[in-house]
T-cell receptor, first 114, second 113 residues
Framework: KQEVTQIPAALSVPEGENLVLNCSFTDSAIYNLQWFRQDPGKGLTSLLLIQSSQREQTSGRLNASLDKSSGRSTLYIAASQPGDSATYLCAVRPNAGNNRKLIWGLGTSLAVNP | EAQVTQNPRYLITVTGKKLTVTCSQNMNHEYMSWYRQDPGLGLRQIYYSMNVEVTDKGDVPEGYKVSRKEKRNFPLILESPSPNQTSLYFC????????????FGNGTRLTVT
């Protein structure tokens, strides 16, 4: 059974730091992996999607990597800003099943302090 | 603007009083899904729909109903709400189950007393 774990659960950093959020999964048979951002009182916004055949994806100051063999993905945020404060969730879409429903981590709550 | 719209954003109701949370998307997406989010449990799928008139249960379907009569709408119905259905609910959509990301609504905070 696929399980997704995000460590740490919470992170507080000063503005300007480069930081890495971690996501690990137990079954390497994935179709893709997605990183989302959730702001308080709002829905989730898709940040990056990495297909199983890809190693990384980049969008602006964000870079997500995928290592299926080790069951890991990292989200790298460069030069963090207070506006990056949010909860970051990763979700894995398995290869198998009709639904191939996303398996979610519990998220990392990030606070970037001015 | 491409979006998923949920209504209402906040709802307080009493046990047993039927309610409907609406969800509409304007992106012509085939796939739609409902989630609930609870502290410590994360996001759990309630129901999903692969296309019009095609719906199926997710992980926690008990106490909920859905319908998909039109492509754009996917309402969530609680026939007899109970306090354990107090939660934050999200509707989401995507073109399919392929390489496209999921688009979420802003959520509905439901309290059942």
């Amino acid at each position: 059974k696929q399980e997704v774990t995000q460590i740490p659960a919470a992170l507080s950093v000063p503005e300007g730091e480069n930081l890495v959020l971690n996501c690990s999964f137990t079954d390497s048979a994935i179709y893709n992996l997605q990183w989302f951002r959730q702001d308080p009182g709002k829905g989730l916004t898709s940040l990056l999607l990495i297909q199983s055949s890809q190693r990384e994806q980049t969008s602006g100051r964000l870079n997500a990597s995928l290592d299926k063999s080790s069951g890991r993905s990292t989200l790298y945020i460069a030069a963090s800003q207070p506006g990056d404060s949010a909860t970051y969730l990763c979700a894995v879409r398995p290869n198998a099943g009709n639904n191939r429903k996303l398996i979610w981590g519990l998220g990392t709550s990030l606070a970037v302090n001015p | 603007e491409a979006q998923v719209t949920q209504n209402p954003r906040y709802l307080i109701t009493v046990t047993g009083k039927k309610l409907t949370v609406t969800c509409s998307q304007n992106m012509n997406h085939e796939y739609m899904s409902w989630y609930r989010q609870d502290p410590g449990l994360g996001l759990r799928q309630i129901y999903y729909s692969m296309n019009v008139e095609v719906t199926d249960k997710g992980d926690v379907p008990e106490g909920y109903k859905v319908s998909r009569k039109e492509k754009r709408n996917f309402p969530l119905i609680l026939e007899s709400p109970s306090p354990n259905q107090t939660s934050l609910y999200f509707c989401a959509s995507s073109p399919g189950l392929g390489a496209s990301p999921l688009h979420f609504g802003n959520g509905t905070r439901l309290t059942v007393t």
